[in-house]
Structures are given as structure tokens and as C-alpha cells.
């Protein structure tokens, strides 16, 4: 159970590249299938926002959930996860806990 004054994780940002050695044809055969469960999943808000990373290496995404395991469940479903063809890293996110101190509010969470 998290204290009051534990931030209060709002979405989960997830960073998915390819694994070492994928090459570029194995991620394409499955790109058809990513692509429509990726839609799937905006449509119905689990994808909030979606980019490709600047570097070439895979996409970002802002997730409508709760906590990393609802991320990783999410992000197990799709396709060039469930080939084993990318690994995926997701951070909890949520409401920038110092702008608390602007409205004059003592807590503030530990940093860990």
C-alpha cells in the first residue's frame, strides 16, 4: 500500500527495442500483425501516446495503466513480443510530486 506521500503512478512508459541480433527482415515479417494490435490498443486508450525512438531502435510508449505488471502484460500480448523478437522496459510514471511545494503543500516524497 503506498503512503501519502508516495508519488501515484498515472501511466507506465515503456521503451521496446529489438533484441540483440533481430535483424530488420525478422522484425518486418511481424510488423503487419504490431501494427494492428498497437491501433487495437490505442482505440481503446491503453496506448495514450506512441513515437519511434529518435535513434532508430524501437518505439515509446505511454501506457494507460497502472503499475508495471498491467505494462508487462500489455506489452507481452503483441506480436513481436510474443516471437521474442524485442525486449521492453517500463518505468511508472505520474504527476511531478515538487510542483507540490508551489501550493505551498509540506509532503514531498522520498527520493529512492
Not at 513481436?80 to 522496459?89: K, P
Not at 507540490?100 to 516524497?109: D, H, N
Request: glycine share 10%; charged share 20%.
Amino acid at each position: 500500500m503506498k503512503t501519502p506521500s508516495e508519488p501515484t503512478a498515472t501511466g507506465v512508459l515503456a521503451l521496446v527495442t529489438a533484441k540483440p541480433g533481430v535483424t530488420r527482415e525478422q522484425v518486418m515479417k511481424f510488423m503487419p500483425a504490431e501494427i494492428r494490435a498497437t491501433v487495437r490498443l490505442y482505440l481503446d486508450g491503453t496506448i495514450r501516446q506512441w513515437y519511434s525512438r529518435g535513434d532508430g531502435k524501437g518505439a515509446v510508449f505511454l501506457l494507460d495503466c497502472k503499475g508495471e505488471d498491467e505494462a508487462h502484460a500489455v506489452l507481452d500480448g503483441l506480436p513481436l513480443a510474443a516471437e521474442n523478437l524485442v525486449d521492453h522496459q517500463v518505468i511508472p510514471v505520474g504527476p511531478l510530486m515538487p510542483l507540490g511545494a508551489l501550493l505551498g503543500e509540506a509532503r514531498q516524497p522520498p527520493i529512492k
